[in-house]
């Protein structure tokens, strides 16, 4: 049974970092695509950033693209989200997700069957 359990996430100035953590039980990150989203109350659950290969392919959402940046430690069997230059319109409660397996993945959330408890980020202008 895939469990993915979620730390970090908290309160911040814009302009400011957070690191989202999740830690996945049951399976291996480096088996799956693994990704993050977040959503908004009222609003349609949104990709963030995932990892698409086990070679490390990596797809962004365009809101996100050269401010945050998802990586893994497989040692720890661990997926971060660094959040950097953080602005009002990225406060959202934010999930991990894994996949079924690898591909076709993407940031389409019907792609990920298995969910974090989620985390709230609310930056502050």
């Known amino acids: 049974q895939v469990q993915l359990v979620q730390s970090g996430g908290g309160s911040v100035q814009a302009g400011g970092s957070l690191r989202l953590s999740c830690v996945a039980s049951?399976?291996?990150?480096?088996?799956?695509?693994m990704a993050w989203f977040r959503q908004a109350p009222g609003n349609e659950r949104e990709g963030v950033a995932a990892?698409?290969?086990?070679?490390?392919?990596?797809v962004y959402a365009d809101s996100v693209k050269g401010r945050f940046t998802i990586s893994r430690d497989h040692a720890k069997n661990t997926v971060y989200l660094q959040m950097n230059d953080l602005k009002s319109e990225d406060s959202d409660m934010y999930y991990c997700?894994?996949?079924?397996?690898?591909?076709?993945?993407?940031?389409?959330?019907?792609?990920?069957?298995?969910w974090g408890q989620g985390t709230q980020v609310a930056v502050s202008s």
């Open positions: 049951g399976t291996t990150v480096s088996s799956r695509c």
């Open positions: 997700a894994a996949a079924l397996k690898w591909g076709p993945c993407g940031l389409g959330k019907e792609a990920y069957p298995f």
């Open positions: 990892f698409t290969s086990g070679a490390g392919n990596t």
